[in-house]
């Protein structure tokens, strides 16, 4: 039984930790300790202070009791003063005779020493049975002069202990020891951080300890009444010791009695903030010393307000706080009358927990979620208490009912992101948090609000676009060897609105490798193919190049090789104008040898420049370590870079280049991409809340605004061209691309990295499909995949459930301005021979003059406008070997009366058919 006549488990205290937890019980009987009491409790000869006890005639007690030095305790009689004090020493059978007196030290009491003489230990009345011959029992036989010697001291400590808290405070304030036991600092207990989405939906909770420190004049009355009336209904009465409890458990703790607490509110916080874990005599008059010193410095309510954010209340929750949350949904700062206050009954219920959060062997503990009959029987135990304290009206207890308490959570998690795709930022927040200057320590203090820019609907279409286990994702029928990321960025902001890395949050980071404690790459990253064109062109475009200019694809490199337009026949490309290509044509198709020349034009360094400018900081040679473009220059880039760069041979890392293509997405104003938009806390003396750390939105022009409004209007015919046009027409930019797949054998076969860029003004969006792990080669429907293959389908797919969910106003790009100069010195194509002259008579004059020609006149026009079209569809943009150019101008009609004439029904057909390379090349 407690103080207050409750039974008292070994659990009961509210220090218990949570299911995580491992510490031992502050009340545990596995045993004591019997080791000499620290150092603090000793004092150096010159400052003793001796008490004397009186020992029955014939008793063998001998053996020093001291608290910072020793104190001889013996028969005979002894006196203890206030002042000057002295006892004299006393044989045992004899009479006491007077010893010199001492010097009173002022404010202190002096008690003389008294003189035992040795007792054989055949003398009857000791500890342990006595037999009929007088000696002792078989239990003390087995006792070792070492454990006799332990057990008095522990006896005559405990002794030592009563009196002096017997004493009260004028001893207790006035001894040594109260001077030697130093009141610890106000604990700074350990809180969760909440990390949020941009809606304030709980994404995850980190830290050891789900607790929210609260301010505790904020805490509504009727809850620290409750807590009072639960575990210690007289707390406002008393000096932080409860006397009578204290003697008791003292007393039956160090003389093999029932281990008790027997603990005030004030001394239990004493307890918790000086850390006394184990159970000793020490312990419990350190416990004392400590609870009556906190009780000279702070006033009561701040008392109480300390040990309600320390307790703990079961189910992994610490603090008063965090079990409102939990079990009621409320906060304990709601004032009393407001909508959703604590009421009277729910405080009552979780005062009620604190005396045993959890279950253990021998008792189911007064969660009520575990043990409902027992937490009722403890919740009518406190509201009784709080009637008889005055602290609730007899209307009201009158009215009582027990509250329903929240069922424990099936989905409950150390982070509520545990096991999904959303959890893989978190390593990011963690990065971000250190770049904010929030130190490990601050974090780990905990109390922290993490408001991310996750947008939930765009996160949820990510993750429903792009993860194999979404039924609507094109992925979903994919082998389990390929793998995709999603990421969405608002391009005039730069926050992250929805990413999908990976399906297991504690596996490979496929949005940015980032490693599990966000400090560094877990991977190389990818090629990101024909997409990295983007920035060549921004390149090209300050140099004042045009989408006019022409290029040479038969050109070869100085080396004599050719340059690769992923497997595209070198006579169909540009529609058979292969020595004289547009710009303009090349971007749209995704011919590679335009780009090649661009870079070794201008040099490889300005397009890398560009990618750096654009968002792009980190990417890795064929071999060797990852370098860094922020912090090296053009010879590093030249020296572990060629041409090739130009079209996306080297390894970047997916959300850096979604960075880039939110800088070209918002027309050349880069924002830097993160995931974090406020770093919150509360004020714990105020209950206010305080912003620590925001985001910081710095625009920066990085491209000139009409060259940007030049390449969106080329992007802006590729979504249409790879057939993934968005809903309701909504205008978009994109460009495919893809890498080849690398067998290690230099057999460069099939797709490796295929991808898909681009955006609407309110959203750029970057797809990239791959291996998972090891790089694969990827197949479409048997064929080889491409960038407008199923990245491009998962692009459409996203940014149509975006717009549809948060009902985006449809927006245009800015109307597109042509810049450059079409002659640029930097392009090598042949300027194309004039169109042919018509040197055919004029249908008009021919049938005025020759009216027998005009008797065919339908056929005449079919043939003709059959041969003409067939031949501009075959011959022109769309071309290929079978573009009807050739069946339109053999199959003209036939007409046998001016061989050489147009005319006749057989018209030309095929026109247009293949379209000009298109799936052979698409982002090579």
Known sequence: MNSYGDPQSARARARVPGPSAASTPDDDPSGYDERPGPDAYRRPAGGRASVGGAAPRGAATVGSASVGGRAPVGAGRASVGAGTGSVGSARVGGRASAAAPVAAVPGRASVARAAVRPVSPAVGGGPGPVGPDGRRGDAQKILTKAAKRRRRTNILTAAAAVVVILLGVGVVGGTYFFDDVELPPQKEEAQTNVILDAK????????????????????????????????????????????????????????????????????????????????????????AVIARKLESRYKKDEIMGMYLNYIYLGEGRYGIEAAAQGYFGKSVLTPAGDK??????????????????????????????????????????TLKNMLEEKWITPEVYAARKYPKVKPVSKNSCKTCAADKPVGMIMRHVNAELRDLNISEAEFQRGGLTVTTTIDPEVQKAAEEAGSRKSQESPMHDKPKSYQAAVIGIDPSTGRVLGYYGGDNPDGTDYGSYMNGEGTGFSGRGQSDGSTNKIYTLAAALRENISFDTIWDSTKTRANGRKINNAGAD?????????????????????????????????????????????????????????????????????????????????????????????????????????FIKTVTSVDPDTGKKKTERQEKLTPKRVFDKAQMSDLSGVMAKIPAHAGNTLRNGRPAIAKSGTWEFDDGKDNH????????????????????????????????????????????????????????????????????????????????????????????????????????????????????????NGGNNGGGNNGGDNGGGDNGGQNDGGNTTFPGLPGGNDTGTGGGQVDGGDNAEDGG
Request: some cysteine.
């Open 749 to 868: 076969t099939g797709s490796g990295d295929t991808w898909f860029v681009g955006g609407i003004p309110q959203l750029a969006a970057t797809v990239w499909v791959g291996g998972a792990g090891n790089k694969v080669e990827l197949k479409d429907d048997g064929g080889d995949m491409f960038g407008s293959g199923t990245p491009a389908a998962i692009w459409e797919q996203f940014i149509n459930s975006v717009t549809k969910a948060l009902d985006l106003k449809q927006e245009s790009f800015p109307e597109r301005e042509h810049t450059g100069d079409d002659n640029s010195q930097y392009a090598n194509g042949v300027a194309p021979p004039p169109p042919p002259v018509n040197d055919q008579p004029d249908q008009n004059q021919t049938c005025q003059f020759l009216p027998q020609l005009c008797q065919n006149n339908g056929g005449n026009n079919g043939g003709n406008n059959g041969g003409n």
């Open 200 to 287: 304030g939906t709980v994404l995850a909770k980190l830290g050891d300890q789900n607790r929210t420190v609260v301010p505790q004049p904020k805490i509504t009355k009727v809850v620290q009444y409750a807590v009072a009336a639960a575990e210690d209904k007289n707390f406002y009465r008393h000096n932080g010791i409860d006397m009578k409890g204290i003697v008791r458990a003292a007393w039956n703790n160090f003389t093999g009695g029932d281990t008790q607490g027997a603990s005030t509110i004030t001394q239990q916080y004493a307890r918790h903030a000086a850390d006394l874990k184990d159970i000793s005599y020490n312990r419990k008059l350190r416990e």
């Open 570 to 674: 070198p006579g169909t490309i540009c529609g058979g104008k292969t020595r004289n290509c547009d710009l303009e044509t090349a971007t749209v198709k995704s011919y590679n040898f335009p780009f090649y020349w661009i870079a070794d034009g201008i040099g490889r360094s300005k397009v890398i420049e560009a990618m750096r400018d654009a968002g792009i900081q980190h990417m890795w040679p064929d071999d060797g370590p990852v370098i860094d473009l922020n912090n090296t220059d053009k010879r590093t880039w030249e020296k572990n870079f060629d041409n090739e760069v130009a079209f996306g041979q080297y390894h970047v890392v997916p959300l850096e280049h979604a960075e880039g293509v939110a800088t070209i997405v918002n027309q050349g104003v880069r924002n830097k991409v993160h």
């Open 340 to 381: 959703n206050a604590i009421t009277p009954y729910e405080a009552a219920v979780l005062a009620s927990i604190i005396k045993q959060p959890e279950p253990t062997a021998s008792h189911k503990g007064y969660d009520p979620n575990y043990n409902p009959v027992a937490a009722k029987d403890r919740w009518e135990y």
